[in-house]
T-cell receptor, first 108, second 116 residues
Framework: EIVLTQSPGTLSLSPGERATLSCRASQSVSSSYLAWYQQKPGQPPRLLLYGASSRATGIPDRFSGSGSGTDFTLTISRLEPEDFAVYYC?????????FGQGTRLEIQ | QVQLQESGPGLVKPSETLSLTCSVSGASIRSYYWTWIRQPPGKGLEWIAYMYYIGVTNYNPSLKSRVTISVDTSMNQFSLQLSSVTAADTAIYYCAAASNGYLIYWGQGTLITVSS
């Protein structure tokens, strides 16, 4: 099973700043089958990125993803108030599908 | 617009079987891999299983012995059964539509509490 470790656990930033979230895998994620989700309180997760760097439909271009192998990054170029939430990475290249433990992005 | 809606009992007694159904609208049940995920209150996400309408299934090994997933093409819905539940199975259960493994559409989730 591929274990995904996200860092930091909590990230405190202000609107307008740049956010960089990390997801590290215990083994190589095949074909960059890595996705990122955003979850706000009381809501289901929302798909942001898949294939490590492809934005899902309707996702603003301030969200970008990069990485391959075992190291992946989600970058939010300029934080908007609605971006403060919990973010999860997910790998779907190997069974079982696994998620990271999440990074909480909070307003400083 | 694809929409998914979970339905379930809310409260299940320990050792009993949890049964959930996800109703799909706006898409054919033949279009995606139909997936169940759960999230204990205040915690992270856990993938349970997925099924494709032709019978292809994949289960999380940690739950495989207790899980059954099925698809009803005539009703455009799919279901989850989890047997021998304990308090550790208390969670929000989500149904979702997956493409190549990533989860495009999600239901709102239903909280299932295991308690006597």
């Amino acid at each position: 099973e591929i274990v995904l470790t996200q860092s930091p656990g909590t990230l405190s930033l202000s609107p307008g700043e740049r956010a960089t979230l990390s997801c590290r895998a215990s083994q190589s994620v095949s074909s960059s089958y890595l996705a990122w989700y955003q979850q706000k309180p009381g809501q289901p997760p929302r798909l942001l990125l898949y294939g490590a760097s492809s934005r899902a439909t309707g996702i603003p271009d301030r969200f970008s993803g990069s990485g391959s192998g075992t190291d992946f990054t989600l970058t939010i170029s300029r934080l908007e108030p609605e971006d403060f939430a919990v973010y999860y990475c997910q790998q779907y290249g190997s069974s079982p599908i696994t998620f990271g433990q999440g990074t909480r992005l909070e307003i400083q | 617009q694809v929409q998914l809606q979970e339905s379930g009992p809310g409260l299940v007694k320990p050792s009993e079987t949890l049964s959930l159904t996800c109703s799909v609208s706006g898409a054919s049940i033949r279009s995606y891999y139909w997936t169940w995920i759960r999230q204990p209150p205040g915690k992270g996400l856990e993938w349970i299983a997925y099924m494709y309408y032709i019978g292809v299934t994949n289960y999380n090994p940690s739950l495989k012995s207790r899980v059954t997933i099925s698809v009803d093409t005539s009703m455009n819905q799919f279901s989850l059964q989890l047997s021998s539940v304990t308090a550790a199975d208390t969670a929000i259960y989500y149904c979702a539509a997956a493409s190549n493994g990533y989860l495009i559409y999600w239901g709102q989730g239903t909280l299932i509490t295991v308690s006597s």
